[in-house]
């Protein structure tokens, strides 16, 4: 709202040559039929002696002052008329006070007072040579009545007084008019910031790209100091800049996208060398190669000013006019206003792209994740089955990618999944689409191309997978799972489909690939594989509710994950078969999927919880167990429903003892404890290692088992171990 008034003021504002000379008009107008009017009952003042008035000349001058008057108001058009019109209509004014004064009683005359409205409107609204004008006239004019009576002696005093008098007030009037013309300037310039910076603002809130944003950028900034061009420019690594934003109102190319090297005795090195505005009011006569290139292209004059964002000097914005000296003097300082409030609109700018990027992108890989890939998936679908054309999609698994973070650590296993994603991205053409769905699961999207063609690029990625030597000297292999769109009639059947010829491949001896055709569903249809599949996919679904919950709050980011991991290889130290540890595996993955139901307010409290909410939180495991339960077994819902029990009965939701509690429960517990140890909460620094196993031994057999204990303890000194 107060940028709509801004706005308004300043568009009247812009047009003041006029507007001031058409209020100037009728104000004047007005004050000479305001005279006349009081001209009227002048005679009956007992200072005016009724035989020297003259009643005709008078009466004839009071008449013309109301038409003039009226004229001046209505049908002059002053707007057009020239600086000095307005000057003569004042000296006529004075002249007719002057009369007026000395026929109505000279020095006791009410009417010489008139004089003041003379001298104040010409202090107003004239040029300064004609006001100082108009204000030793009417210090005369107060004077001739003087001359009159008492002769020019006393006449001569009383000017000498009246002369400073009126010159120090038209003075105060002309000094409050320059005050009110630099507050008006800058207030129009201010708007015009606004103005232009409201655009580019309104652009980033719009969502436009950088490759829009930019050029409207330049062209304000051009617009704003009165230039031919502008050009936003950004400064690259390698001694060279980009130009991101580009106006010229000369030509259709302004070099937008085009990228130079860094002259290092050029303007704009100097700009990124010290960070300060640079002007040059005239490139003729010079000869290295910014100048020449400016002459070139019709520019003899620039001036730049650098761009810092958040901190860094992102780059510079420049402005040139085809004549030489005829940017602003203060180009450099409205420039570099105008940069100051662009680098904000850049930073918006840019973090619009991060967020957009962080929301399709997986951070390990760089490919396109979950979220990203179904809207892809979506869009290809619809458009195949409009046109007709093929489409296959490929879901695609690492084969016992657990085993490589447990030998290698997770470290190695996000080498191996990022070396397993440039070989897929090298396999697959420009307008396919690779994403990483989560863990080590990856999906390929490939439109107009049937199933076998995908099946021969994915069949060579796959051999070079299982040939190569990957971080960490390890080898992996991956299973794929094909389905082309004619055997499928939206999204989520493709999808399930892939995902029966993917699990066909894995109980099938794994890598390998396979394609969906009706014969191969109908042997995954037997019941033990549906419940399979169906589990299988439940759990996709709850691990991605766990991740979900896990980075809702930062200091928990991955912890289900760790304590996963942990859980695993403290179940591997107890002798655990690779069957049971992975069934383990999966249930920790998961174990506190039921902080879905805690409110944010107390799952991320800064502080220590209350008695009341420590009891809202234990009601998450309850709430876990009930979740799991259609896609996990029995054993699996009871070591998640078990996880905060203790061997001292004092645990939750149950209160088992040592005697009651699995030995599952157990190790998924101690793994969850000690995760929670050693991350650091808003509440409380994360402890040291050493410190942490220090308090799992004090509490053997209160808090933990003495076989888990013991795992623990055994984990820890293996990887001090292997480290050394």
């Given at each position: 709202?107060?940028?709509?008034?801004?706005?308004?003021?300043?568009?009247?504002?812009?047009s003041?040559?006029?507007?001031?000379?058409?209020?100037?008009?009728r104000?004047?107008?007005g004050?000479?039929?305001?005279?006349?009017?009081?001209?009227?009952?002048?005679?009956?003042?007992?200072?005016?002696?009724?035989?020297?008035?003259p009643?005709?000349l008078?009466?004839?001058?009071?008449?013309?002052?109301?038409?003039?008057?009226?004229?001046?108001?209505?049908?002059?058009?002053?707007?057009?008329?020239?600086?000095?019109?307005?000057?003569?209509?004042d000296?006529?004014?004075?002249?007719?006070?002057?009369?007026?004064?000395?026929s109505?009683?000279?020095?006791?005359?009410?009417?010489?007072?008139?004089?003041?409205f003379?001298?104040i409107?010409?202090?107003?609204?004239m040029?300064?040579?004609?006001?100082?004008i108009?204000?030793?006239l009417?210090?005369?004019?107060?004077?001739?009545?003087?001359?009159?009576?008492?002769?020019y002696?006393?006449?001569?005093?009383?000017?000498?007084?009246a002369?400073?008098?009126?010159?120090?007030?038209?003075?105060?009037?002309?000094?409050a008019?320059?005050?009110?013309?630099?507050?008006?300037?800058?207030?129009?310039?201010?708007s015009?910031?606004?103005?232009?910076?409201r655009?580019?603002?309104?652009?980033?809130?719009?969502?436009?790209?950088?490759?829009?944003?930019?050029?409207?950028?330049?062209?304000?900034?051009?617009?704003?100091?009165?230039?031919d061009?502008?050009?936003?420019?950004r400064?690259?690594?390698?001694?060279?800049?980009?130009?991101?934003?580009?106006?010229?109102?000369?030509?259709?190319?302004?070099?937008?996208?085009?990228?130079?090297?860094?002259?290092?005795?050029?303007?704009?090195?100097?700009?990124?060398?010290?960070?300060q505005?640079?002007?040059?009011?005239?490139y003729?006569?010079?000869?290295?190669?910014?100048?020449?290139?400016?002459?070139?292209?019709g520019?003899s004059?620039?001036v730049?000013t650098?761009?810092?964002?958040?901190?860094?000097?992102?780059?510079?914005?420049?402005v040139?006019?085809?004549?030489?000296?005829?940017?602003?003097?203060?180009?450099?300082?409205?420039?570099?206003?105008?940069?100051?409030l662009?680098?904000?609109a850049?930073?918006?700018?840019?973090?619009?792209?991060?967020?957009?990027?962080?929301?399709?992108?997986?951070?390990l890989?760089?490919?396109?994740?979950?979220?990203?890939f179904?809207?892809?998936?979506?869009?290809?679908?619809?458009?195949?089955?409009?046109?007709?054309?093929?489409?296959?999609?490929?879901?695609?698994?690492?084969?016992?990618?657990?085993?490589?973070n447990?030998?290698?650590?997770?470290g190695?296993?996000?080498?191996?999944?990022?070396?397993?994603?440039?070989?897929?991205?090298?396999?697959?053409?420009?307008?396919?689409?690779?994403?990483?769905?989560?863990?080590?699961?990856?999906?390929?999207?490939l439109?107009?191309?049937?199933?076998?063609?995908?099946?021969?690029?994915?069949?060579?990625?796959?051999q070079?997978?299982?040939?190569?030597?990957?971080?960490g000297?390890?080898?992996?292999?991956i299973s794929?799972?094909?389905?082309?769109?004619?055997?499928?009639?939206?999204?989520?059947q493709?999808?399930r489909?892939?995902?029966?010829?993917?699990?066909?491949?894995?109980?099938?001896?794994?890598?390998?690939?396979?394609?969906?055709?009706?014969?191969t569903?109908?042997?995954l249809?037997?019941?033990?594989?549906?419940?399979?599949?169906?589990?299988?996919?439940?759990l996709?679904?709850?691990?991605?509710?766990?991740?979900?919950?896990?980075?809702?709050?930062?200091?928990?980011?991955?912890?289900?994950e760790?304590?996963?991991?942990?859980?695993?290889?403290?179940a591997?130290?107890?002798?655990?078969?690779?069957?049971?540890?992975a069934?383990?595996?999966?249930?920790?993955?998961?174990?506190?999927?039921?902080?879905?139901?805690?409110?944010?307010?107390?799952?991320?409290?800064?502080?220590?919880?209350?008695?009341?909410?420590?009891?809202?939180?234990?009601?998450?495991?309850?709430?876990s167990?009930?979740?799991?339960?259609?896609?996990?077994?029995?054993?699996?819902?009871?070591?998640?429903?078990?996880?905060?029990?203790?061997?001292?009965?004092?645990?939750?939701?149950r209160?088992?003892?040592a005697?009651?509690l699995?030995?599952?429960?157990?190790?998924?517990?101690?793994?969850?404890?000690?995760?929670?140890?050693?991350?650091?909460?808003?509440?409380?620094?994360?402890?040291s290692?050493?410190?942490?196993?220090?308090e799992?031994?004090a509490?053997?057999g209160?808090?933990?088992?003495?076989?888990?204990a013991?795992?623990?303890?055994?984990?820890?000194?293996?990887?001090?171990?292997?480290a050394?």
């Open positions: 709202m107060i940028h709509e008034v801004v706005d308004r003021l300043a568009e009247r504002l812009r003041d040559h006029e507007f001031e000379h058409r209020l100037a008009g104000v004047g107008g004050l000479w039929v305001v005279a006349a009017v009081a001209l009227l009952p002048v005679p009956l003042f007992e200072q005016v002696d009724p035989d020297r008035y009643w005709w008078a009466l004839t001058i009071s008449f013309g002052s109301i038409v003039w008057g009226l004229l001046a108001m209505f049908v002059v058009p002053w707007d057009r008329a020239p600086e000095w019109a307005l000057f003569v209509a000296i006529a004014a004075v002249a007719v006070v002057a009369f007026i004064t000395l109505t009683g000279g020095t006791l005359s009410p009417a010489r007072l008139y004089i003041f003379a001298i409107y010409a202090s107003c609204f040029l300064a040579r004609y006001a100082w108009v204000a030793i009417g210090a005369l004019v107060w004077v001739t009545p003087v001359a009159d009576e008492r002769g002696d006393s006449a001569a005093a009383d000017f000498a007084l002369l400073p008098i009126f010159l120090i007030l038209n003075g105060v009037i002309l000094f008019r320059q005050l009110l013309d630099a507050h008006r300037d800058a207030a129009e310039e201010l015009d910031e606004h103005a232009a910076l655009t580019i603002a309104t652009a980033v809130a719009a969502g436009r790209p950088p490759d829009e944003v930019f050029p409207a950028a330049a062209e304000q900034a051009a617009r704003l100091l009165g230039a061009a502008a050009t936003l420019n400064y690259d690594p390698e001694n060279r800049f980009t130009v991101v934003g580009a106006y010229s109102a000369l030509r259709e190319s302004a070099g937008q996208g085009q990228t130079f090297e860094i002259d290092p005795d050029s303007e704009i090195a100097y700009v990124r060398r010290h960070g505005p640079v002007r040059v009011d005239d003729a006569g010079r000869d290295d190669h910014q100048a020449l290139t400016c002459l070139s292209l520019y004059s620039w730049s650098p761009v810092h964002v958040r901190g860094r000097l992102w780059g510079t914005l420049a040139l006019s085809c004549e030489p000296g005829a940017l602003p003097a203060d180009a450099e300082d409205h420039l570099s206003d105008f940069a100051e662009l680098a904000m850049i930073a918006n700018t840019e973090q619009v792209e991060r967020l957009a990027a962080d929301a399709t992108t997986d951070p890989t760089g490919l396109a994740n979950h979220r990203a179904q809207e892809r998936l979506r869009a290809e679908l619809g458009r195949a089955q409009r046109h007709g054309r093929s489409l296959t999609l490929a879901l695609i698994d690492l084969d016992d990618f657990k085993a490589v447990d030998t290698g650590g997770h190695i296993g996000d080498e191996v999944l990022r070396a397993v994603a440039t070989a897929l991205k090298d396999a697959l053409r420009g307008g396919d689409v690779l994403a990483r769905l989560g863990g080590d699961e990856f999906a390929a999207l439109p107009e191309t049937p199933a076998l063609e995908a099946a021969a690029a994915l069949e060579r990625a796959r070079e997978i299982a040939a190569a030597a990957l971080p000297g390890l080898r992996v292999s794929l799972g094909l389905c082309d769109v004619e055997h499928a009639t939206d999204a989520a493709l999808t489909f892939a995902d029966g010829a993917l699990y066909w491949s894995k109980e099938h001896g794994r890598n390998r690939l396979s394609i969906y055709d009706p014969e569903i109908h042997e249809s037997a019941a033990e594989r549906l419940e399979q599949l169906q589990r299988s996919q439940a996709v679904g709850i691990r991605a509710l766990a991740r979900a919950i896990d980075a809702r709050d930062p200091s928990t980011s991955e912890h289900s760790r304590v996963a991991a942990l859980t695993a290889r403290l591997e130290y107890r002798d655990w078969p690779a069957e049971r540890v069934r383990l595996y999966d249930a920790a993955l998961v174990h506190d999927v039921g902080k879905i139901g805690i409110p944010d307010a107390i799952l991320l409290k800064p502080d220590r919880l209350t008695r009341d909410e420590y009891e809202i939180i234990k009601t998450h495991a309850e709430l167990a009930r979740i799991v339960d259609d896609a996990l077994d029995a054993e699996q819902v009871e070591w998640i429903l078990s996880h905060h029990e203790r061997p001292d009965g004092r645990g939750y939701p209160g088992l003892t005697d009651q699995s030995e599952g429960a157990a190790l998924m517990a101690a793994a969850d404890a000690f995760d929670v140890m050693v991350s650091a909460r808003p509440y409380s620094p994360g402890r290692v050493e410190a942490a196993l220090a799992v031994k509490l053997i209160a808090q933990f088992t003495p076989e888990a013991e795992a623990l303890l055994g984990v820890h000194l293996a990887a001090v171990a292997d050394a």
